[in-house]
């Protein structure tokens, strides 16, 4: 069994390793975190391996998972590379969605990739639970990724291959149907409350129409999906509704807007006439000053 090494393991760290312990997938070795603390948590929730101060004070290993957030994997990766000189047989890699596995090329001659898991790991119990499932995306070195696509598939996870220089539109696509979906949650709640509503209630009638939303845009796709009154080319009711927004809050009001525009394109493609749609793009444009 590889023995696998992480660097900053938070959330998805914490769960990668885990899952690879309970599976016999990799002998989690050493963990080095920010804090002793953290250490100490991510080993104990892990299960396995053992906590080190620094990454000076690590173990070797085959595998190096550096698990930082992205902004610090370039600097993980040059302080790791003079440890890895002579480790040709090595396997360096980073789990970011954004970044490719260029990022990694100190760490050279070790093989290298990226492997992105598109979940949200906002709860490392829960995502030990149902990580299976997740489509990883990979990218890299034949040897690393081999290596790590069946690792992912010893999970139940699904492989997608990625070019690295789409990584970043990759990632873009992710955001918007995951953070962005987080982001819309709290402009609907923001807008509730000042109807009068209270946020538990706001959920507890939002859930079954947006859980329903979400099924059929996997179902049928986000033109099929689409309903409301951009969609039936209602523009008394938008402007109704940007009125009401504008005065209660600019920025609920721009969002509006916005958000407006793309549904008009979608709709484009649906069933609203062209000239619905000139009429509520209009109508969406930004104030003037």
Not at 52 to 75: P, R
Not at 169 to 192: E, I, K, P, Q, W
Request: glycine content about 8%.
């Amino acid at each position: 069994m590889r023995s696998l090494n992480i660097i900053g393991a938070g959330r998805l760290g914490k769960t990668l390793g885990r899952l690879w312990h309970q599976q016999g997938t990799f002998r989690v070795q050493t963990v080095c975190n920010r804090t002793a603390d953290s250490t100490r948590a991510a080993v104990a929730f892990i299960g396995a391996g053992h906590g080190a101060a620094s990454l000076e004070s690590m173990d070797d290993a085959d595998c190096w998972l550096i698990a930082t957030g992205d902004g610090h994997i370039e600097e993980v990766a040059a302080a790791l590379a003079p440890r890895l000189a002579d480790k040709n047989d090595t396997v360096v890699f980073h789990c970011s969605g954004a970044l490719s596995s260029k990022v990694l090329a100190p760490c050279r001659p070790a093989a290298i990739a990226s492997a992105h898991p598109v979940h949200s790991f906002a709860d490392p119990a829960q995502s030990v639970r149902n990580l299976a499932g997740t489509s990883v995306a990979l990218e890299g070195d034949a040897a690393a990724t081999s290596l790590l696509g069946s690792a992912f598939a010893a999970l139940q996870c699904k492989l997608l291959a990625i070019a690295p220089e789409n990584k970043s539109l990759y990632h873009a696509g992710s955001v918007f149907a995951c953070n962005y979906l987080s982001a819309l949650m709290d402009l609907s709640l923001r807008t509730f409350a000042a109807a009068g509503i209270e946020r538990e209630q706001a959920l507890e009638l939002l859930s079954p129409i947006v859980m329903q939303t979400a099924r059929n845009n996997m179902q049928l796709g986000p033109e099929k999906s689409l309903t409301g009154p951009i969609a039936r080319g209602d523009a008394t009711t938008v402007a109704a509704q940007l009125e009401a927004l504008q005065q209660t809050d600019p920025q609920l009001a721009e969002c509006y807007r916005q958000l407006g525009r793309a549904c008009v394109e979608l709709a484009r493609r649906g069933t609203l006439s062209p000239d619905g749609a000139d009429a509520l793009t209009e109508l969406l444009q930004e104030p003037p000053q």
